[in-house]
Structures are given as C-alpha cells and as structure tokens.
C-alpha cells in the first residue's frame, strides 16, 4: 500500500468515526432491537449447531452498498432478511480489516456503528491488537476492489496474500479457528492449492464458495446422496472468469451427491459460439438437458437460445468415474428489469439424468435490496462457525477453484487441457446445508430492507 494512499485510507476512517461517533446508543450497539415490523415474523425458530454468541474478525478486500461484503457482515450486524422473519445472528463482529475504503465506503460507517474497531492490519484484527489470536473465527470477503488484471484477463485478488496473513496468525497463536473465504479460492490453481494445503497443515476448519448453492430452487430440488446421476448441465451469464466459479458450485453442489461420491475431472475444454450450437446439435452436449434447465427460467425475453444468445461459451468437463457434464455463459436472453421495475439479478438453472428421470431446478437470486440469497448464505456461515462443521467440503471449492482457472486457460489457448491434478476425490459434507423450501424469496426476504436507521446504505453505491 503506498503512504498516500495510506493516508487517505487513515483520514477516511477517522472522518467517518467522527462522522458515527463510537459512543453509540443502546439502539445501536450489537444486539440492538429490530423494527417491530420485523420482530413481529420472526416466529419461527431457526436451528443452531450450539447456544452462545461467536466472535468474529471480518477482513475485506472493500466495502460498499451491495458489495459482498455488504451482503454478508451488514446481515451479521443487522439481521438476516429471510422467508419466516429478520433472524439476529448468533456472531459478533467485533474487528474489521478492509484493504480498500472507497469514497462510497459504507463499513467503516457500519462497523463503527455497531461497536466493531476498525484495525490498520489484518493480524491487528485477528488479534484485537495483542500478540495472539482473540477471535472465534474469521470471515474473509476477496471480491471487489481495484486490482490489476494478469495476461489472461483474471482480476489478481489477493486472496492468497491476504489468507497467508490469517495463516500466521493462526500459526503464531498455535490455534485455528473456523474460516470462511468467499467464493474461490483464488484465481489461479496454484494459489488455490495453496491456500488448501497450508488450511490443512494449520487443521483449519475451512468453509468457501459461492451463495448460490444456498439460494431458492424452483421446483426445489436436492438430489439424495447415492443418487446415479449420468450427465448433468448448468447454466448462468456474464463473463467466464466472473461467474464460472458461481455456477460450476451450483453444478458441483449437486452432482457430488451422486453414487460413489466425487472422483474429479481428467480434463475440460471450453468452447465458443458455433463450436457451442454444434457440440449440442452433435450430442456431445445435451440440448434436452440445457433445453429443461432453461424452461424453469421465469422471467426471460422471448426465443430460443439459439435466436437469443450470440457469442455462447460452454466449458466440457471429463469427470473421471463417466458422468458427463457441462456449464455454460450465456448472455442475450434475459430480462433486465422484474415486473416490479427491479433490476433482474441474474439467471441460474440446473438439469440432469438422476435415477433415469430428467430433473431440473432454477436457482433463485432475489434481485431486491435485501439480497436475501446471501442471508441463507450467511446463515450455513454461522452454523459453520458455532459448530466447526461446514455445509460444503472444502475438496469441492478447491476443485470448482481449480476447474474456474483452468476454464479461462482453455477459453484463451482454445485448446483442451489435461488435468491430472484435478483428480479429487471427496465425499459430501456430513452437514446438510440449511436451504429455504419455498420456489423464490417471500416475507421478511423481500424487505423492508434496510432496518431503521440504515436508509443511507441503499444511496451509496
């Protein structure tokens, strides 16, 4: 970090401080009473691995109105927006590290706001300034931020500097405690494996990925574990080396649970506009599948993918045991705006041979301010983080990481790639995932959003 930014960086956090003041009233401080519209629904009890409130070092690469970041820790501080009522969660942030603090920052803002001390390191905050580790478990957010692009086009995020930083920590401290890391790994394989190797030499509880695996499904579908699954597509939109990782754990999440557990990929090989139509027209590809995935979408514009999307890239994997499955980036046919005039979030869908019957399933993001997907997100965080067991075996972000990276390499080589180091074997988490049943957000996840005396989150952006 440079002495001017680092200055600037210091003057903003002292200027918001002021701003919030650290002297808060009860209101305001962590646990404070939720709206009474909001405390109203929240009837329902919601399971936790174990009574007690965890603390918690949040580390981010920025902070901002609908940042990751913002999704996650403005929930834990807040509530969570969900079907059956605003949940307060069972963790407390109590210290904050963001490498970037914008000019539209709003962590600073919020952490202050409720009692969390922002610290100039990422070792300050794990240690709440002190010589060893004084938090039950941490919370890394990687995405977002201004960083430079490598020469195949994939944002550097530090996420292996950063996730070194709490590795020594933890190593210093002679103690691990539980770790959450969003979405990938890290950008490349070697970092990914990396990561994954020093987690396991420190006994690191590890959690990472995408929401999306936790979000609504219409029609709810969860594939029992042993289920004989032949071959399975998915599908979302935007760029290869943005969303890949999101919907490759959409598609992992589901097809791990097939007979035998996971048994990794020998290979991949991404292709591109027509090379796309023709491996579907072939068979290679199966168009009734990617056809069924495609029918459950709700809100999309009128035609076939072939009339609607122009430049389609799909990524071809050779699982190792002979299921055959495959995602793809398909932009064009989508509708931007809900009927409510909110902007559409984005599309995800899922389809597959299971037991010899063709299934399939949208994966629902909720496109208002609440972005409640990220609320069942949070929720699988906490109970990660109370009872050290994750939703989701680290093996599966390490080979969706792994698959994300080398998805890129072959899109910009336009060759196959071997991947002899992508033969992971794992079986699922013993820990079910706790996933809402209903076919797309209701009650509490649509809002209102913010809570009382928040109104300036949805102003910055």
């Given at each position: 970090?440079?002495?001017?930014?680092?200055?600037?960086?210091?003057?903003?956090?002292?200027?918001?401080?002021?701003?919030?003041?650290?002297?808060?009233?009860?209101?305001?401080?962590?646990?404070?009473?939720?709206?009474?519209?909001?405390?109203?629904?929240?009837?329902?009890?919601?399971?936790?691995?174990?009574?007690?409130?965890?603390?918690?070092?949040?580390?981010?690469?920025?902070?901002?109105?609908?940042?990751?970041?913002?999704?996650?820790?403005?929930?834990?501080?807040?509530?969570?927006?969900?079907?059956?009522?605003?949940?307060?969660?069972?963790?407390?942030?109590?210290?904050?590290?963001?490498?970037?603090?914008?000019?539209?920052?709003?962590?600073?803002?919020?952490?202050?706001?409720?009692?969390?001390?922002?610290?100039?390191?990422?070792?300050?905050?794990?240690?709440?300034?002190?010589?060893?580790?004084?938090?039950?478990?941490?919370?890394?957010?990687?995405?977002?931020?201004?960083?430079?692009?490598?020469?195949?086009?994939?944002?550097?995020?530090?996420?292996?500097?950063?996730?070194?930083?709490?590795?020594?920590?933890?190593?210093?401290?002679?103690?691990?405690?539980?770790?959450?890391?969003?979405?990938?790994?890290?950008?490349?394989?070697?970092?990914?494996?990396?990561?994954?190797?020093?987690?396991?030499?420190?006994?690191?509880?590890?959690?990472?990925?995408?929401?999306?695996?936790?979000?609504?499904?219409?029609?709810?579908?969860?594939?029992?574990?042993?289920?004989?699954?032949?071959?399975?597509?998915?599908?979302?939109?935007?760029?290869?080396?943005?969303?890949a990782i999101h919907v490759m754990e959409l598609l992992q999440s589901m097809i791990e649970r097939r007979a035998g557990g996971e048994t990794g990929i020998s290979s991949l090989e991404t292709i591109e506009g027509n090379a796309v139509w023709n491996a579907l027209d072939s068979g290679k590809i199966s168009w009734d599948l990617l056809n069924?995935?495609?029918?459950?979408?709700?809100?999309?514009?009128?035609?076939?993918?072939?009339?609607?999307?122009?430049?389609?890239?799909?990524?071809?994997?050779?699982?190792?045991?002979?299921?055959?499955?495959?995602?793809?980036?398909?932009?064009?046919?989508?509708?931007?705006?809900?009927?409510?005039?909110?902007?559409?979030?984005?599309?995800?869908?899922?389809?597959?041979?299971?037991?010899?019957?063709?299934?399939?399933?949208?994966?629902?993001?909720?496109?208002?301010?609440?972005?409640?997907?990220?609320?069942?997100?949070?929720?699988?965080?906490?109970?990660?983080?109370?009872?050290?067991?994750?939703?989701?075996?680290?093996?599966?972000n390490l080979l969706c990481s792994g698959i994300a990276d080398m998805a890129v390499r072959s899109q910009i080589e336009r060759r196959p790639i071997e991947t002899p180091f992508l033969k992971i074997k794992y079986a699922p988490s013993d820990t079910e995932p706790f996933l809402p049943t209903n076919p797309g957000p209701v009650g509490q996840?649509?809002?209102?959003?913010?809570?009382?005396?928040?109104?300036?989150?949805?102003?910055?952006?």
């Amino acid at each position: 970090m440079s002495l001017k930014r680092e200055i600037l960086r210091r003057d903003f956090i002292k200027k918001t401080a002021v701003a919030t003041g650290f002297t808060l009233a009860p209101a305001l401080s962590y646990g404070f009473n939720l709206p009474e519209s909001s405390a109203t629904v929240n009837s329902v009890p919601f399971p936790t691995a174990q009574e007690g409130i965890k603390t918690v070092a949040f580390i981010a690469n920025t902070y901002w109105n609908q940042s990751h970041a913002d999704m996650v820790a403005t929930k834990i501080f807040l509530g969570y927006p969900m079907d059956d009522g605003l949940k307060k969660s069972k963790l407390k942030i109590v210290s904050v590290w963001i490498d970037q603090i914008r000019a539209n920052d709003t962590g600073v803002r919020i952490a202050t706001m409720n009692g969390a001390k922002i610290y100039p390191t990422i070792a300050e905050a794990l240690t709440l300034g002190g010589d060893q580790l004084a938090v039950d478990a941490v919370i890394y957010i990687g995405e977002h931020g201004d960083y430079p692009l490598n020469r195949l086009g994939q944002k550097l995020y530090p996420r292996m500097n950063f996730l070194e930083q709490i590795f020594r920590v933890f190593d210093a401290s002679k103690k691990s405690v539980p770790l959450y890391s969003d979405k990938h790994l890290a950008y490349s394989w070697l970092d990914s494996k990396w990561i994954y190797d020093r987690g396991k030499e420190l006994n690191v509880p590890m959690m990472a990925g995408s929401s999306i695996p936790y979000t609504w499904r219409k029609p709810f579908l969860q594939h029992a574990i042993g289920t004989k699954i032949t071959e399975a597509v998915a599908f979302t939109y935007a760029k290869l080396d943005i969303y890949a990782i999101h919907v490759m754990e959409l598609l992992q999440s589901m097809i791990e649970r097939r007979a035998g557990g996971e048994t990794g990929i020998s290979s991949l090989e991404t292709i591109e506009g027509n090379a796309v139509w023709n491996a579907l027209d072939s068979g290679k590809i199966s168009w009734d599948l990617l056809n069924a995935a495609y029918d459950t979408i709700t809100y999309k514009l009128p035609g076939t993918l072939r009339e609607l999307v122009k430049e389609p890239v799909a990524v071809i994997l050779n699982y190792i045991d002979g299921t055959k499955a495959s995602f793809f980036m398909l932009n064009g046919f989508k509708i931007e705006k809900m009927p409510n005039g909110i902007r559409n979030n984005g599309h995800f869908a899922y389809a597959a041979i299971a037991d010899g019957k063709k299934v399939a399933s949208e994966f629902v993001v909720d496109a208002s301010l609440s972005h409640s997907h990220f609320s069942y997100l949070t929720y699988n965080i906490e109970n990660f983080i109370l009872s050290g067991n994750p939703p989701a075996s680290i093996e599966r972000n390490l080979l969706c990481s792994g698959i994300a990276d080398m998805a890129v390499r072959s899109q910009i080589e336009r060759r196959p790639i071997e991947t002899p180091f992508l033969k992971i074997k794992y079986a699922p988490s013993d820990t079910e995932p706790f996933l809402p049943t209903n076919p797309g957000p209701v009650g509490q996840s649509l809002g209102p959003w913010p809570p009382k005396g928040y109104e300036f989150i949805n102003f910055t952006r």
